[in-house]
């Protein structure tokens, strides 16, 4: 009936692999001078001058984590708690509102979350912190929560959705009251596809860079201390937006900002193999 | 018509001390998007026996079972339990009285252990013997399936262990009456045969409402019928009667074609 079908998808398939093996690959082999000149321990180093070939990593890394637990704490129990609100207590109405305001929410592009950071929030923390600027992990913390918010919702909203009618029932028969049926039934049901809302959000945070690098103030050095996330600081994904421009290709500097690229990816794959391991994405 | 049912145990309760509240419901009547769903339905549920709920596919059964529980709650009329208004009384209290049992096995993700105390609390549950766990399971006749698996996953018993389970799950909060909304429909004829004697046995001690489209089993088990078409209450009396010498001519064409005009 259809001769092509079935080789299509074998090319299909054949394609995304192509792709998933190409991007490592291709992250290898750019950053490999970097590496062969500096090995590994330059992950541990703090000081990064590309014009007197430092290149130290930790700070960008600290700032990365920093920024994700931040927007992780912040955004995992709003987004969870406006699932719970919008499928058991709002009207039809109310949640179907809810949806489309997280839709809308998550289809605005990241820039415009940034310009949002810059206008908003720098002024409010530099106020609220008496800070020389806004600019800080906090606000890339921030920004980063609120641009996963509308993902962790709209999945944990569609999880309790599919929380099975028959065990609510059961669970209501039994006498159990709204916050029993919600904690003893509901949430552990509807948590796989919570997780899954929180892992792809992970992956997002990880890798968003316009937002961040608009509000995090780009300082290269390891915030003091280092639980300070009110000073400027600097992401991996930040960096390499900032300074690419600047870097001759296949010069030093771009060779290190590509090992930089290989990083965020190695920590974004450690998330996925972490979850697969402890069968967190099923 | 519609008169309260006499008091006539199925079979002798001398053995039983607890002698269940009788369930009273007068003029219960339930619109729902402007619909009569249930209109001026009136009996007395007797105090031991299987009072089997038939009545045409749509008629209101499973929702009359609703509002006895208080899962619907915009009825009108009074349902009474022991003389009290159970709308007087907490809803998660009163659902654990009357217990109500779905027609598909509905259990929880976790151990058979877990399952069987899920209704309890905290405190009850610390409290629980293992001869409380031991007399539900034998009430619902599976412990001698699952003694030695209560750790197990309930989700590896078959259908028909689950939704003794999920009796078991209603009996240890010690209900004064059972509500079933055709628990064997989903089960191999063995189940169902296993699940009718220990309800059978259970009757003795309390009244269970059992909803059923099977009108070969409502005679088998019943002790009491209350006939129901379009949310109107047609017919009540004793199981014999009902199937020998119907009184309504709605009954009588129910039991012939299993439909009814009404």
């Known amino acids: ?282 | 018509m519609n008169q309260s049912l006499n008091v006539t145990p199925a079979m002798p309760t001398d053995a039983l001390p607890a002698i269940a509240p009788s369930l009273c419901v007068e003029h219960l009547c339930l619109q729902l998007a402007g619909r009569d769903i249930l209109s001026d339905i009136s009996f007395t549920l007797p105090e031991t026996g299987i009072i089997s709920l038939v009545g045409p596919s749509g008629a209101g059964k499973s929702t009359l079972l609703r509002c006895l529980n208080r899962l619907h709650e915009q009825w009108q009329g009074s349902i009474t339990l022991a003389d009290q208004n159970i709308q007087h009384d907490d809803a998660d209290a009163l659902r654990r009285k009357i217990g109500l049992i779905g027609q598909k096995p509905a259990v929880f993700p976790c151990s058979i252990g877990d399952n069987l105390v899920f209704g309890l609390n905290r405190q009850q549950r610390k409290q629980t013997t293992s001869a409380q766990i031991q007399t539900a399971l034998m009430q619902a006749a599976l412990w001698t399936e699952v003694e030695q698996r209560l750790h197990e996953p309930a989700a590896h018993l078959s259908l028909g262990q689950q939704q003794r389970l999920c009796l078991a799950r209603a009996l240890i909060l010690k209900p004064s009456i059972l509500l079933l909304d055709e628990p064997t429909s989903a089960l191999d004829p063995r189940s169902r045969d296993i699940i009718e004697q220990s309800m059978l046995s259970l009757s003795q001690s309390m009244p269970l409402l059992w909803v059923s489209h099977d009108l070969e089993q409502a005679q088998r088990i019943s002790s009491h019928i209350i006939f129901i078409c379009d949310g109107k209450l047609i017919e009540q009396a004793d199981a014999d009667s009902f199937f020998r010498h119907p009184k309504r001519i709605e009954s009588r064409e129910f039991l012939r074609w299993s439909v009814c005009d009404c």
């Open chain 1, 1 to 282: 009936m259809m001769p092509f079908l079935k080789p299509s998808l074998y090319l299909s398939a054949a394609l995304t692999l192509v792709i998933v093996l190409a991007v490592p690959v291709f992250l290898l082999q750019s950053s490999a001078p970097f590496w062969a000149t500096y090995g590994i321990s330059t992950i541990a180093a703090t000081e990064w001058f590309p014009y007197e070939q430092l290149y130290g990593m930790l700070p960008a890394i600290i700032g990365s984590t920093w920024a994700i637990v931040i927007a992780l704490s912040i955004a995992i129990p709003c987004a969870i708690a406006a699932a719970i609100m919008a499928n058991e207590m709002m009207s039809a109405s109310m949640a179907s509102a809810t949806r489309l305001g997280m839709e809308v929410l998550a289809a605005i592009p990241s820039i415009v979350y940034g310009l949002i950071g810059l206008w908003v929030l720098l002024p409010l923390l530099q106020h609220s912190f008496d800070l020389l600027s806004g600019h800080s992990l906090l606000a890339a913390g921030l920004i980063l929560a609120l641009m996963i918010l509308p993902m962790i919702t709209l999945m944990s909203m569609d999880a309790l959705k599919q929380v099975s009618a028959e065990q609510r029932q059961a669970g209501l028969s039994l006498g159990l009251n709204w916050e029993a049926l919600l904690f003893r039934i509901s949430l552990p049901q509807a948590w796989p596809g919570i997780r899954s809302g929180i892992l792809l959000a992970l992956g997002r945070a990880l890798g968003e860079t316009m937002a961040v690098m608009l509000v995090v103030g780009s300082l290269d050095r390891m915030p003091q201390p280092i639980t300070n996330i009110l000073q400027p600081a600097q992401t991996l994904t930040s960096r390499i937006g900032r300074e690419i421009g600047e870097a001759a290709f296949g010069s030093e500097h771009f060779s290190a900002l590509m090992a930089c690229g290989l990083l965020l990816a190695l920590m974004g794959l450690s998330i996925s193999l972490f979850a697969h391991v402890r069968g967190l994405n099923k």
